[in-house]
């Protein structure tokens, strides 16, 4: 300790300390908030990520719940069905023909070659073609009606004309012709419910004649960044102040997993000004996710605003990603995250995107177990997630430390190496749990 | 033959026919457009689904060149980087704290325990803190700027204190100060280019202060859906009318594989009408798909408006697909597909699919080798997909047969099995290829 005279007080030594680190901070809290709000922080016994999320799972329960709409068809690519879809007619509509070339009665076929006059042209087209009377051949085309008589088409390829007439020496094999109802009958199930429409879906539910499908409600997540250090990317900043990242992250985040940005704000580090914006964004939200705001110092206004109203502000046994909070306002679900990017982001990749992408009916995550390039040491009592890359020769390697600021080192990263609370030392050649991102 | 008396010509059996089915074919339709046009049809040696791939490939390289674009970062999501993304700052952009706790001289941690009078607090907001005197602290938050003079930041949980005095009992392992530009430089790059753009990378590219980024401008493809016999889908049928589901699953099969639509249209079979619709469409668009008109018969609208201008009109040795097309026309691509739905998603799948999810930066479509679970028996001289499915043994089995009408089978697939054009009878058992839809 080093007294000097420049204005500083001497620095005593005092016998006697605050008797740990928890009621010191309580202590500074309070002196620093004027001792507002309720301190009841949750440290005893950290949670696991798994009960984090399962907490999360259980409190969004009932928003991800199946609501659905009945939208164009044009709008229904990646769309996930609520209900089967049932062909409203028989498919093909009409008898038709496979193949251009002769409408013909088989049984005329008995005795080869046989020559019939083409008495009619059949086009693929709408109307009703005339009968097809016995000992004549029509000309047909494909997806033309069938004429009734008809019993087998023979195709251009096999026949030869002459004068208005056709000569036909084989039998085909089959009648290619088309029947109605041949491919689905009307009321039969063309899909099932919470299938996600590709585009060779879309494209069976059009051709059954309709325009429209009835699909699941796309999830609407609001977005409140926080920070007085926050400014938008473009203007210039001041020292002091950093760009707000999540904003943009998180929305294209949430846009991935399979939902919509329904409202998004930037707040200051004001209880006043953010209780409004989650009016705001309750309103028009199934719920809705927070960054900053949450940790151990003073000014953290999600915690500050909602603590008060039963909140939950945590540490979990998650790194990067300790800070962590739920809340309800107004009945709506609020997931707090913490404010660095690279926190935010995993939380959310880790604790809500594999809920978001359940509902939109997209895959989980990919889990691939790969050898480790270097070995690692993990941080005990946590559950880790270090930024990865895959090399050539099929190991990961860690892209940055382990630390959760470098915001460049998630972007280089294509996998996450999942080290478990207890993993401690894990040597190069071992193999790691890997999440691909 | 049967000859009847009900006015049917009496069928007579002609000594000599035309040559063979192909000279037949050429009269047939000279006879029926009235002698127009060219008819030089590809048939001798049908080009394999290889060959006709690489014209695509070859004729559509300079549209589907990189011409890039600036875009909000907001839009940016799954766009590819045209260029590297360089930092325009130091990131971060200042030295800050990466902890709640108190900045400390390091040196003046030789002697434990320490104590020191906290004189300030330094929050994360915008403002150049008063330097640290030697012999005090101040109270920092996460993010928040660090004095100079500062070199150690003790994390809260590890000191205490009372009445404005902290003390700290051991020295951090680390200073818990992030530097400026220890995660990047100004110059270095973020980013490469040819990277589609998840959450993670536009964090970092918000996080340098940028709000646009340069990416490769997505592809505009046209779609042409001709024939008569079309409607809309959500439009009572008459007899002989069938729904237009190309036009609804092009359009979702371009989007799915990256691109824009930058026309759609449906044309009826007449050569005037389909001319204007192609001026229209080459006008606003990269390339153009065009579904039906390019077969056999009669009436077959892109064939006899694109052959007179050079437009090759073959059958390819794959099925479904066998009849395809390509042209230019005002100098834009023209890629002719069959017009049953089965053969136009299949053919854009195979021909046209891997080229435009290249370009956006898509991973190709998944190939696997799987065991049957049906024996199958092959088209010969043809490069069969059959659409199949996944079943729980992990075994594949084709959903309905190979012919190319059925659209609820290609509904009710999840896979294509391939088979080579030689490939005959397959038993259940033997490992083939399939195609991941």
Redesign the interface.
Known sequence: ????G?????????GT??A???D??H??ASV?SGGRGNHAHEHAGRETVDEHAARIRAMTETVLAMASELVP??D???RVTAEAVL?PVD????RNS?M?GFAL?R??LA?L?????I?A?I??????PAPL????AA?I?????APDGATVVVP????????G?V?VESVPSESYL?ERGS??RAG?E??PAGLR????????????????VTVRRRVRVGILTT???LI????P?????????????????I??AGADVGYRERVA?DVVAFSAALERAVAVCDLVVTSGGI?????EVVRETLEPLGARVVHIQMQPGGPQATAVFDGTPIIGFP????ST?LSFEILLAPLLRSVAGLPAAVVERRELAVSVTSVPNRRQYLRARLRPDGTVEPVSGP?S???????A?DRLIVLAESAGFVAAGEIVETLL?
């Open positions: 300790m080093v007294a000097t420049d204005g500083a007080h001497a620095a005593h030594s005092h300390h605050a740990h680190g928890r010191s901070q202590e500074w620093l068809l044009a229904a690519l990646y062909s498919l093909p509509l009409f496979q251009d009665r049984e005329e005795v070659p046989a020559s019939f006059p008495v042209e086009p693929a087209q709408p109307g009703i009377a016995p000992g004549t000309r085309m494909t997806g033309a009606v251009v390829e096999n026949a030869t004309v002459e004068d007439v000569t088309r491919d689905a039969d063309l899909l429409l590709a585009s060779r879906h879309l494209a069976v539910i059009a051709a059954a004649g309709l325009d429209e920070g007085a250090e938008e990317p473009g203007t900043p001041a020292t002091g102040q950093v760009f707000d990242a999540n904003a943009v992250a998180l929305a294209a985040a846009d991935a580090d940790s151990e110092g003073a000014y404010g660095n990017p690279v982001q630390g600021h470098l915001v460049a080192g998630l972007a990263s991102l």
